[in-house]
């Protein structure tokens, strides 16, 4: 099947603004979504606690920034999406709790932007990731993010995941399919599964984290997984 292209995509969430505006359930196709928000949430501002610069990437409505917004004094958010309506939605939100907080919005492809150097503590990426196409893309995004980043700096990483061994992918999937079932039933769970094989690219954890360490980052830690979603975290350490 061809791929959704960019434009496509960004139809489609700009479009599902309200249903990415929940703070308390997530997104609710992605499992553990209230429980990784606040395990990154939580995390980040347990290694970072003097953030103040953050990088939301694929920002949705704004629910990573709001949440982290609740463990650390942030004053500089740069939200990136290519959805212009979830792009001012997240801004409207996270003003609304704290006007002070300076706001940069950029509706771009990622994989287009150049995201500076040493500018941000924090850089998140909540179900974003998986609609790169290429190795190649992979690595390019995880070095501009590194490059990003001050030293000490963190990047932390929520997505939807893939798996090699055909037996551990027919059982992953038929529990994926199972939930999304009992969570709003039948039709959903087909509509669901053709949007993922429409738009979407997973890689596998191993190969996310292993692009980590080629793209600089020194150290890296897995804080969950679930069925076909992994969360996880990249350090960049200065050089020796």
Not at 20 to 33: P, V, Y
Not at 40 to 68: F, H, K
Not at 207 to 235: P, S, W
Request: glycine share 6%.
């Amino acid at each position: 099947m061809e791929k959704s292209t960019v434009e496509e995509i960004r139809r489609r969430f700009d479009g599902d603004v309200e249903r990415f505006s929940n703070l308390e359930t997530g997104q609710s196709a992605t499992m553990d979504a209230p429980l990784v928000l606040d395990l990154i949430a939580q995390c980040a501002a347990a290694v970072n606690p003097g953030a103040t610069a953050l990088l939301d990437i694929g920002c949705g409505a704004g629910n990573y920034t709001l949440r982290l917004m609740q463990h650390l004094k942030l004053r500089q958010v740069t939200l990136i999406d290519l959805s212009q309506p979830m792009l001012e939605k997240a801004k409207q939100r996270i003003n609304a709790v704290d006007p002070a907080i300076e706001v940069r919005i950029l509706q771009a492809d990622l994989r287009q932007v150049d995201l500076g150097e040493e500018t941000y503590d924090l850089a998140v990426a909540a179900a974003v990731l998986h609609h790169l196409r290429t190795d190649e893309e992979w690595l390019d995004v995880f070095e501009n993010i590194h490059a990003s980043l001050k030293v000490r700096g963190t990047f932390w990483v929520s997505d939807l995941v893939a798996h090699q061994v055909p037996g551990v992918h027919k059982i992953i999937w038929q529990r994926y399919a199972a939930y999304l079932k009992q969570l709003k039933g039948e039709q959903y769970q087909k509509d669901v599964f053709e949007y993922i094989e429409k738009e979407d690219t997973p890689h596998t954890l191993m190969f996310q984290l292993e692009t980590l360490k080629r793209a600089g980052f020194t150290r890296a830690e897995v804080l969950h997984a679930n069925v076909c979603f992994g969360a996880y975290v990249g350090v960049k350490d200065a050089k020796i």
